[in-house]
């Protein structure tokens, strides 16, 4: 079972900045797909930030532009750069990895709170 330990959550003010890291370990991996989800009070958990092992890329509409999504293979690490946040961006903040020859895994979740 692959293992992520997850990273830079924390409280900021509108318009701020801050970097989630993603460290998966835990067997021999080789993953296809690294992401970012999330999840508000009272809401489901939803899609932010997806890449591939080829380093394509797919955002929701509502953080393209504001947010990137990054992966170091070597390092089997998924990082998620978030810029200009905005109050609706409050929320548990999960990484998600599906590796090549194992189950797919999630982190513990770490929460970002934007809020002057």
């Known amino acids: 079972q692959v293992q992520l330990v997850e990273s830079g959550g924390g409280l900021v003010q509108p318009g701020g900045s801050l970097r989630l890291s993603c460290t998966a370990s835990g067997t021999s991996l080789n993953i296809a797909i690294m992401a970012w989800y999330r999840q508000a009070p009272g809401k489901q958990r939803e899609l932010v930030a997806a890449m591939s092992i080829s380093d394509r890329a797919t955002y929701s509409d509502s953080v393209k532009g504001r947010f990137t999504i990054s992966r170091d293979n070597a390092k089997n690490t998924v990082y998620l750069q978030m810029d200009s946040l905005k109050p609706d961006d409050t929320a548990v903040y999960y990484c998600?990895?599906?590796?090549?020859?194992?189950?797919?895994?999630w982190g513990q979740g770490t929460q970002v709170t934007v809020s002057s």
């Open positions: 998600f990895m599906r590796p090549f020859k194992d189950d797919d895994s």
